[in-house]
């Protein structure tokens, strides 16, 4: 396991890496911070943009630039931003518990919505219930996040206003941003559970525990959901990466002071530190959430955990 | 299977009992203004930044020693007079007594003195102010409320800039013994609001100041959101939990008219915008040609329809607002047979393709040019739509030249004058002219900026104005209104078409 671990963990720094590379390269192909900083501003000559650019130390080469990056970075030093000066690390540190929250919040509530269903849909299988339940998740699977999250605040934040329709007053403003997110993630994970749930009931040693008259729910969440959870644990993983992009696009829609606001405003204004260090660290999340995958394989499966 | 169906009952149930009481706190403190911000500058030292975001907050915490209000007019302010003196070299301020910076620390001649020291020495070079104030030579004390301003060069817009941004006066004593990265954080000034907290991304928060010299303001607090997106601006409106919206979708506006609990409010305002022509390339070589162009377009239409009447059509790339604006120089009228005929004089075959540059995030710019292109298809001109990332056009495409036939120009700023935007534009090898020399431009332009007579600058101005048109440069298209959303529970606002807001009378209910 610790090989398979060290091994595991220098993949992680190379991928970071390369990452961080193309990031720092691709955004300074995307145009000038002097000129967003000038903005509006009268008359701006170009010594003032030369200066500018001095002053962030853009006049250096780039291989310097990232270098002095990649140094920073280790000792968890991510630079300043460019608009305004303040320590990347200090914006990054007040974002991220606001993202992770929403990512577990969403995380939880996808799984609470969609093994339920999926199992039920997969035992009644071809019945009304499962018809409903696959249609439904079609719907759902049909929804854009952004237009879903703009639905759910006219209906609960203005039509009925229950919950905030943005921003951060405490647990309540995470309600809505977690639905959105719940919903599109659950629509995927309900299919991937009826899906596996309908191959294990048609397993041998499901029969077996049915003849000796074990409960229903038993063998449904005992037996049966513990052998569909290595697909699920799987596609999990993998989604993460696809779940970071659908919250950029929330956080921002529900102005939520998370990683995706902070990356998607760097990006408008061509703040470089901030998006080389906000994308160095959701770059290292999605690799973290790899690596559990990895470890919850061994945990739910003890095959895999020997072998 | 029911003990984990109970299991997700009683977790809901958690969920709403958690959910209910906290949805109470929705209701926000009386006395509190709260204003929705599409940006946070990330730092409050008058000499850091130039956006409009900026300019939004800053009145509130800083004072110049000239002011402006909300209708544009210039009043004293931490200066209670100035007067011109050595044939216009030398501008001498007589300052206002017994005020003091929100940390106890007086106000006087050296806070003036240190203010433009830093404004125009090392400290200033880091920001993108200083070229706007290279007009002033330096600033010496003549006795605690007394300074000396003496002036390099005239600049007719300099008593403008004086009122805003960069020449707000900040304190000595609190910058040299904090230093500038504590005092953009913590930002200390001697404006009817004191500052309080600062989040980051998310909020800002001031408290009012009871010492005001100008009279304490009549709330209690003023708290700034940031929220960049117009859809969420609109929704926070909604539901009760801002004031004031300064970017609030089009679209949304005929929502928030029919609720009864808020209000648009909507004047002239300083963006204008216009499709610049590419005058050094094919067809466009020809003036007649660029002005069948501009006939082609129903700019009223446009108007209309896609902006929602939030709009006024322009004959000179400035809008009623702007100093030089010449209410005598009308836009050419809609007329697509004589453009038709015009075109055909020239020898422009139909069918002829041109490229249309424009920034392709503005998706109601985007429909405009669609307009557009429609119209100059009605006269046999086929174009082809080329929208760019903002900043790819701005940085790349346009200052090296590499536009199409035609490209998206908006411009805004805060001094109201046309000296800024037309130099910008016209003047030889400026970013924004990549095409076009014009000595008699160039020299229209540079007599009015070197000039303190006001009367005279504003027949330049128009002179330009007219040539402009006539050399028909660009297709002028409109002037924006600033446009507001507002809750009518906050009366008062004395909103500015600038975006510079200043709640000093303002009272919510």
Known sequence: MTGFLIKRFLQAVFVVLVVTLFVSYAVRLSGDPAIMLAQGAGSVTEQDLQNIRTGLGLDRPFPVQYAEFVKGMLVGDFGRSFLGGTPVSRLIGDALPATLSLAGASLLLSLLISIPLGIQAAVHQGGPIDQAIRIGSLVGLSFPNFWLAIMLVLLLSIAFPVFPPSGWDGPISLVLPTLTMAIIFSATNIRLVRTAMLETLSAQYIMVARAKGLKNSVVLYQHALRNCAIPLITYIGLQFGKMIGGLVVVEKVFNWPGMGTLAFDAISARDYPVLQGSVTVLALLVVLANLLVDVAYGIVDPRIRNS | ?509
């Open chain 2, 1 to 509: 299977m029911r003990t984990f169906q109970k299991t997700m009952i009683s977790a809901s149930l958690a969920i709403a009992a958690l959910a209910s009481p906290l949805a109470m706190t929705n209701a926000r403190a009386a006395g509190t203004l709260t204003v929705a911000l599409h940006q946070d500058p990330g730092n409050w030292d008058p000499i850091a930044t130039f956006l409009v975001a900026w300019g939004a907050v800053g009145g509130q915490v800083f004072d110049g020693l000239i002011m402006r209000t909300p209708d544009m007019k210039l009043v004293p302010g931490l200066a209670t007079k100035w007067e011109f003196l050595d044939k216009n070299s030398k501008i001498r301020f007589t300052l206002r007594p017994n005020v003091k910076f929100h940390n106890g620390e007086p106000f006087d001649a050296e806070a003036v003195k240190f203010t433009f020291d830093r404004l125009l020495g090392d400290e200033g070079k880091k920001g993108p102010q200083q070229s706007n104030y290279a007009a002033i030579d330096k600033v010496v004390v003549v006795n605690p409320l007394t300074v000396d301003m003496y002036l390099k060069s005239p600049d007719p817009v300099l008593l403008t800039k004086l009122a805003g941004y960069g020449a707000m006066i900040v304190p000595p004593k609190y910058i040299k013994e904090k230093g500038s990265e504590y005092f953009g954080m913590n930002p200390v000034g001697t404006g009817p609001f004191k500052f309080t907290e600062y989040k980051p991304k998310v909020s800002l928060s001031f408290a009012r100041n009871p010492d005001y010299w100008g009279g304490a303001p009549k709330v209690d607090s003023l708290v700034y959101r940031f929220i960049a997106e117009p859809a969420t601006q609109a929704a926070e409106l909604q539901a009760g939990r801002v004031d004031v919206a300064n970017q609030v979708p089009l679209a949304m506006l005929e929502t928030l008219k029919k609720d009864p609990k808020l209000a648009v409010v909507s004047m002239d305002g300083p963006v204008a915008l216009a499709l610049r022509y590419n005058t050094s390339r094919g067809i466009m070589k020809d003036r007649e040609v660029r002005k069948a162009l501009i006939m082609a377009v129903d700019r009223d239409a446009i108007i209309k329809t896609i902006l929602l009447g939030q709009a006024k059509p322009i004959a000179s790339f400035q809008g009623e607002l702007s100093f030089g604006y010449d209410p005598a120089l009308k836009p050419l009228p809609f007329n697509p047979a004589q453009a038709k005929a015009m075109l055909a004089k020239a020898g422009v075959k139909p069918g002829t393709q041109v490229q249309l540059d424009f920034r392709g995030p503005d998706s109601n710019f985007r429909e405009v040019s669609q307009a557009v292109a429609a119209y100059l298809q009605g006269v046999g001109i086929q174009v082809s739509l080329k929208p760019y990332e903002t900043n790819v056009l701005l940085n790349d495409i346009i200052p090296n030249g590499k536009t199409g036939e035609m490209w998206q120009n908006q411009w805004g700023g805060w001094t109201f004058d046309y000296d800024n935007t037309a130099y910008s534009m016209y003047y030889t090898k400026q970013r924004w002219n990549p095409f076009d020399d014009d000595a008699k431009l160039n020299a229209l332009l540079h007599t009015q900026r070197n000039s303190w007579d006001q009367a005279e600058r504003q027949k330049t101005l128009r002179e330009i104005g007219r040539y402009v048109a006539d050399q028909a440069l660009e297709m002028p298209l409109y002037s924006l209104n600033t446009v507001y959303g507002v809750n009518k529970r906050a009366r008062n606002l004395a909103l500015p078409a600038d975006g510079r807001f200043r709640f000093v009378e303002a009272t919510v209910e």
